[in-house]
C-alpha cells in the first residue's frame, strides 16, 4: 500500500471506533449486567470532553448519547468527512485549505455558544447540530493532510538516511 492509503486507513480506523462507540455505549446500557458497566465507563469517558446535558443530547435505544447534540454533529460528519476525503480531495493531497474557512466556521460555532451564554440569542437543537456538522465536516480536510505531511515528513527525514 501506499504510504498515504495506510495513514489514512489508520485515520478512518480509528475515526469509526471513536465514532460507533457513540452508538454503542447507549446499546450496553440497555443489556445491563457487565455491559451496563462497560457503558458507564463509555460515559464517563466522554464526560471529560463534554458536558452531556440529557436536554441537548439525542437518544439511541432509550439512553442518551454519550455526547450532545453538538458533539454527535461533530463526530458523525467528522466520519462523513473521512470517509468521502478520497474523492473530495485524493489521497495524496497534502494542501490544506484555506484557513479561513475554518475560522469562519469556528466563528459560527463560537457565536452559537456565546450568544446562548450571554442571553443574545438563544440556540437550539438545530443550530447546535449544524454548528456541530459544519465543524466536523471541515476538520479531516486539514487533518487529514496534517497528519500525512507530518509523517511524510519524519519519514523522509529519518527513514531515508
Known sequence: LKFSLKIYLIFLFITILWTFSLIFIPY????????????????????????????RSFYLFGNPMPVCSRCSSVYFA?????????????????????????????????????????????????????????????LPLYLIPGTLNFFNEIRLKYLNH
Open 78 to 138: 467528522f466520519l462523513l468527512s473521512v470517509i468521502l476525503y478520497p474523492l473530495l480531495k485524493g489521497i495524496d493531497n497534502k494542501k490544506l485549505p484555506s484557513i479561513w474557512i475554518l475560522m469562519i466556521i469556528s466563528l459560527f460555532v463560537f457565536l452559537d455558544v456565546v450568544f446562548d451564554m450571554f442571553g443574545i440569542l438563544k440556540n437550539t437543537f438545530v443550530t447546535r447540530s449544524v454548528s456541530g456538522i459544519l465543524i466536523g465536516f471541515i
Open 28 to 55: 450496553f446500557k440497555t443489556l445491563g449486567g457487565n455491559w451496563s458497566e462497560i457503558s458507564l465507563f463509555g460515559y464517563s469517558f466522554f464526560s471529560s470532553t463534554c458536558h452531556q446535558l440529557e436536554d
